[in-house]
Structures are given as structure tokens and as C-alpha cells.
């Protein structure tokens, strides 16, 4: 009897001990694989992990894998300076559109609405 509850604890403990994973480890290893790849389309950037907590889509301006938020800052016009503290214009240089300093931020000029 004794060495029949050894054995199933030593079963337990290596079935535990196998199937464990550290948490957070690991989570999105093949997301990050794919970030960058070439895509034509979104599928091509689906990753095997359905829990991952970032997917990824297909840039087309870029044919690029990469996440929802990194495409959106890519079309936002010196996105490391938008919406960064300034005190004046100066601040805010631009080239590819002008910025300019509205409550402490560098935000987009606004066109006159006609």
C-alpha cells in the first residue's frame, strides 16, 4: 500500500513537472517570430497561439507583419514628437507635417475648415 501511493506521487510530480510552463514565459514566442515578415494579405501574419495577447496584422503600405498600433503610428506624421510635452512651436520640428505646440503638446496644425 505504501509503495503504491509513492509511485502515484512520483507519477504525479512528473506529469506536473512536464507539463508546467513558467508563467509569462514563452507566451508569444512565434508572434514575435512573425513580426516583420513579409504578408500579402492578414492571414499570412496569424500566429499558432490563439492566447496571444498581441496579433498581428499586414501592414500593406509595407508588406510587413506587424501590431495594430504600430501601424496606426506609422501613419501619424513624426509620431515620436506627436502628442510629446512642449512649451513653444519650436519644440515640435517636423518636416513631413507641421506640428505645433497647443496645451503643452505637439499636435497636428489645424487647417482652416472652409
Given at each position: 500500500?505504501?509503495?503504491?501511493?509513492?509511485?502515484?506521487?512520483?507519477?504525479?510530480?512528473?506529469?506536473?513537472?512536464?507539463?508546467?510552463?513558467?508563467?509569462?514565459?514563452?507566451?508569444?514566442?512565434?508572434?514575435?517570430?512573425?513580426?516583420?515578415?513579409?504578408?500579402?494579405?492578414?492571414?499570412?501574419?496569424?500566429c499558432s497561439?490563439?492566447?496571444?495577447?498581441?496579433?498581428?496584422?499586414?501592414?500593406?503600405?509595407?508588406?510587413?507583419c506587424e501590431?495594430f498600433f504600430?501601424?496606426?503610428?506609422?501613419?501619424?506624421?513624426?509620431?515620436?514628437?506627436?502628442?510629446?510635452?512642449?512649451?513653444?512651436?519650436?519644440?515640435?520640428?517636423?518636416?513631413?507635417?507641421?506640428?505645433?505646440?497647443?496645451?503643452?503638446?505637439?499636435?497636428?496644425?489645424?487647417?482652416?475648415?472652409?
Open positions: 500500500m505504501e509503495a503504491t501511493k509513492i509511485v502515484f506521487f512520483l507519477l504525479t510530480l512528473i506529469l506536473v513537472a512536464t507539463d508546467a510552463k513558467p508563467a509569462g514565459r514563452g507566451k508569444d514566442a512565434h508572434c514575435s517570430k512573425m513580426r516583420g515578415r513579409d504578408c500579402t494579405r492578414n492571414a499570412d501574419c496569424a497561439n490563439y492566447q496571444a495577447v498581441e496579433r498581428l496584422i499586414c501592414n500593406y503600405n509595407l508588406l510587413k501590431s504600430e501601424t496606426l503610428a506609422s501613419r501619424i506624421p513624426c509620431s515620436r514628437l506627436f502628442k510629446k510635452k512642449c512649451e513653444t512651436d519650436a519644440d515640435c520640428p517636423c518636416t513631413e507635417a507641421p506640428l505645433i505646440c497647443e496645451d503643452r503638446e505637439c499636435v497636428r496644425k489645424k487647417s482652416p475648415v472652409v
